[in-house]
């Protein structure tokens, strides 16, 4: 984060007062630290999406196929059939300007093609100029224009500058979801080959090996060896997690990031822990995959095909374990895919008759809300197993942690996943505080890097992103003294924190599971001197 | 720019009516030809695109949920928000669709000093949407009085609330002032408020010129050059009874009148106004939220799609795992090592 200025300097820049001339005038100028850099023509390949080069956005010549023009109107034509969503978001805006500052790329950033209304114009305006009869008579005094390289290259950088999240839907009268939009969009995008790599090579790498960084089984199982290792020193208990066992009770499956990368690794030794505990209380057996070994769905971000092929293997890998149902960890858009698209993806071709309405053995309950795709989310799960009492939890172990809760996107917005980790939270932590009413709920924000934005190279974007989110905390943290930020999403465990720092550098970031395993007293562990952060345990000093 | 040109674009269309069923004596042609085929363009070109819309897939469970889900039976579902139940998307389009729900959720972003964001709550575009929509209906049913003998109690009951206040005669109609006011402030939103005046298109103006045009030569003809009221019944009577009569003498401030609102009728089904029936196909806001419980079918298939099996990716990475005592389906090859 070297290159960018100092977060005041960069907040004394925002302008939301657009420029005087018509946007369509207005020529895109792709800014560093503002876009992902392409695709690896080798990720592209492997997953056989079409028109696999090298380019560069920064180039004037981005390499198009020679017919890309033909193969756009093709695209689009076939996705307006397909789509009622969009072709009804193409026609009914009236543009009331209702979306206009609800998204956080155009807070952060005042840039007016980030006003969802405008991001959904830029292909909106080529609909009508060369779809409708209006718009191809009377051109641009009808709101319509050509489809031209400026104009594909205006929609690369703007649907690329949207992380999906849905948040503009919430407003707008008509339920426009300018993530429907942006996810055609890229669709057209994909179909001449202009992807970013952070999703092509994460795709390619779930597609080859499970995750998306691309660990190889015994990598895999390495990591988690590791955790037991880490949770074996801090607790006196290992763990001994099984893989890809057959007859076991449930399948796991969670963002592969939290195998790899801080703070989403404490969640996920969080998971080990809790499993572990359920293991020698109530002789629960989960088995973790690692062929089916990500949750997160990198597909979604490049085409309704690729989800499909990468979302196949939850079922694939749940028939051929024979398990009765599946959990899945804390995760953003994986939940969004799990709740509103895997069913109908997957669900008849690939889920196993022996799969069951999902129940909880320990508790009894039956989770009658997923019994067609017989998938629970972990926030459901554990609230239940705390509510029974089934949990032995001591909320003192989390005395240091004065915690706010960042409702993650897609399980607020696509799901409505909002009282259950909010009650396993404040089961485990002692100090709750919620930021402000319209940053919370389903009014959430965005970290910022949704949608496939993480990388490294398009910072800038990312913080001005963070910034609504990170306000609301810093509200809560200079008024309360909040501390923690909770999430259950593996996205906003990379994000938040480098925002956070950015923004807020007093407060960190964790998910809920880790909170959990702090709280949660294994039957003869030895006393613990640290969370598992390493950090002293509050208190313990006077004890 | 495209404020002026909707402008201009409105008082030509005034003028032609102005000139053809004045000047030119077209009575006929204004009264009673275009209009009836701009209520036929109307009702063939709304329903023509309600198909279209219609015959599009809806491949996906999206709806955007603002609510609680339904979940554990402890936790309190939002069962409007986020409704799990066919009757709770009905409460969800009827609170859409009749009251704005969503809209009524709007908030203001401001940037203060230092790094700070504050969100306000912010109904003007609710109320003023309201006001327009809801005042329109009434115009819209308070005119049925034309086309209709004996007219139904229910049209002169809204008539008689409508002009509550007695005010002058003949009696103001409130929903006249809230009409015009509510259509003023949509307009000077545009013009006024940077971003939307930069997201605001031709289209955008002219519909609103347009009806604020119906809505002054309305009023006009009704309070100040008094048109023949009788024979405006007569005409109308007869548009809808098919047996066309132009009575003489009726005023060409109602040719004008009638000539916008043909306009208006058959520019419907071409623009953004039919919001109207788009509303009510909205998948993020018709479909029931409940998509783990309820598999919801995709009309077409996927094409040509590979999936990566489990037996390929064991193939390719057998003896790792089996060096990790990770289970595996296929012993490693004899020899193999």
Request: hydrophobic share 40%; charged share 20%; aromatic share 12%.
């Amino acid at each position: 984060m070297s290159d960018l200025p100092r977060p005041e300097a960069l907040f004394a820049n925002i302008n939301h007062t657009p420029p005087k001339a018509d946007w369509m005038d207005v020529p895109v100028d792709i800014k560093p630290g503002r876009y992902c850099y392409a695709a690896n023509p080798d990720s592209v390949n492997y997953v056989g999406l079409p028109h696999a080069r090298k380019w560069n956005p920064l180039d004037d010549d981005w390499k198009l196929p020679e017919n890309w023009q033909e193969i756009i109107f093709k695209g689009l034509h076939e996705r307006l059939q397909k789509y009622r969503s969009f072709k009804i978001f193409m026609d009914i805006c009236v543009r009331c300007g209702a979306c206009a500052d609800k998204c956080h790329f155009f807070i952060g950033s005042g840039d007016p093609k980030n006003m969802p209304v405008l991001r959904a114009e830029l292909l909106r305006s080529v609909y009508r100029g060369e779809f409708t009869t209006f718009g191809k008579i009377l051109g641009r005094f009808a709101g319509g224009r050509k489809l031209t390289p400026e104009v594909l290259k205006e929609w690369w950088y703007y649907f690329f500058q949207c992380s999906e999240c849905r948040r503009c839907s919430v407003f707008c009268p008509y339920g426009i979801d300018t993530a429907e939009v942006t996810i055609i969009g890229r669709e057209l995008l994909n179909l001449v080959g202009l992807n970013i790599d952070w999703i092509a090579t994460p795709v390619a790498n779930c597609y080859r090996t499970g995750n998306h960084l691309g660990i190889q089984p015994h990598a895999f199982f390495d990591m988690l060896d590791f955790f037991c290792d880490d949770i074996e020193d801090i607790t006196g208990i290992r763990p001994e997690p099984s893989f890809n066992k057959k007859g076991a009770d449930i399948l796991f499956i969670t963002p592969s990031g939290d195998v790899f990368a801080d703070p989403g690794t404490y969640t996920c030794m969080g998971y080990l822990m809790l499993f572990e505990y359920l293991k020698r209380e109530y002789g629960l057996d989960v088995t973790w995959s690692t062929y089916a070994s990500e949750g997160g769905n990198f597909g979604f971000f490049t085409s309704h095909e690729t989800m499909k092929r990468l979302n196949s293997k939850m079922y694939m890998e749940a028939d051929r374990l024979g398990v009765k149902w599946i959990l899945g960890g804390e995760c953003g858009h994986m939940w969004r895919v799990v709740h509103q698209y895997m069913d109908t993806l997957n669900g008849p071709e690939f889920q196993n008759s022996r799969m069951e309405v999902p129940s909880n053995p320990i508790t009894g309950t039956v989770f009658k809300n997923a019994a067609s795709t017989k998938m629970v989310h972990i926030a459901e799960f554990t609230a239940d197993l705390i509510k029974h009492g089934k949990l032995n939890l001591n909320k003192k172990r989390n005395a240091n942690i004065h915690l706010t809760w960042h409702d993650s996107c897609n399980p607020a917005r696509g799901m409505g996943l909002l009282d259950e980790p909010r009650f396993v939270a404040k089961s485990v932590v002692e100090k709750f505080t919620e930021m402000p009413e319209g940053t919370i709920r389903e009014q959430t924000f965005c970290c910022g890097g949704g949608a496939g934005l993480n990388a490294g190279e398009n910072d800038e974007l990312r913080m001005m992103g963070g910034l609504p989110r990170a306000n609301a905390v810093k509200y809560v943290h200079e008024k309360y003294g909040v501390n923690m930020l909770g999430c259950v999403c593996a996205i906003d465990r990379a994000v938040l924190p480098n925002s956070m720092q950015y923004w807020v550098p007093e407060v960190d970031v964790c998910g809920l599971h880790e909170l959990v395993a702090n709280a949660l007293v294994f039957p003869g562990e030895k006393e613990r001197e640290t969370d598992l952060r390493g950090e002293d345990l509050p208190g313990l000093e006077d004890e | 720019m495209k404020a002026l040109y909707s402008l201009f674009l409105v008082f030509a269309l005034a003028a032609l009516a102005l000139v053809g069923a004045g000047a030119l004596g077209m009575e006929k042609a204004f009264g009673l030809y275009i209009p009836f085929l701009a209520v036929a363009v109307f009702v063939v070109g709304f329903c023509m695109r309600v198909v279209d819309w219609g015959k599009s897939a809806v491949p996906f469970c999206i709806p955007t949920t603002c609510g609680q889900q339904e979940s554990l039976p402890w936790i309190k579902q939002s069962t409007i928000e986020n409704p799990s139940t066919t009757g709770g998307v009905v409460m969800r389009m009827l609170l859409e669709v009749l009251l704005f729900r969503s809209l009524f959720r709007n908030t203001k972003v401001d940037l203060h000093e230092g790094t700070k964001i504050t969100y306000s709550s912010s109904k003007w575009l609710w109320l003023g949407a309201l006001a327009f929509h809801y005042s329109f209906l009434t115009i819209v049913l308070r005119h049925m009085r034309f086309f209709t003998e004996p007219v139904p109690g229910i049209i002169a009951g809204i008539e008689a609330m409508d002009s509550m206040l007695q005010i002058g005669a003949p009696t103001l109609y409130l929903t006249d002032i809230a009409f015009v006011a509510a259509v003023t402030y949509l307009f000077v939103r545009r013009v006024v408020v940077p971003q939307i005046r930069y997201i605001s298109l031709v289209q955008d103006y002219f519909p609103l010129f347009l009806i604020l045009g119906i809505a002054f030569s309305g009023i006009f003809m009704r309070y100040f050059a008094k048109v023949d009221i009788i024979s405006v019944k007569q005409l109308a009577m007869g548009l809808v009874t098919f047996s066309w009569v132009v009575p003489e003498g009726i005023g060409v401030m109602f040719y004008i009148h009638m000539f916008l609102v043909s306009v208006l009728l058959a520019y419907f089904p071409l623009s953004k106004l039919m919001h109207m029936g788009g509303v009510f196909l909205s998948p993020t806001r018709n479909m029931n939220c409940a998509s783990r419980k309820f598999r919801h079918i995709n009309p077409w298939k996927f094409e040509n799609v590979h999936y990566h099996t489990y037996e390929e990716y064991e193939d390719e990475f057998r003896e790792k795992m089996v060096e990790k005592d990770l289970p595996v389906d296929k012993p490693l090859a004899e020899g193999a090592e």
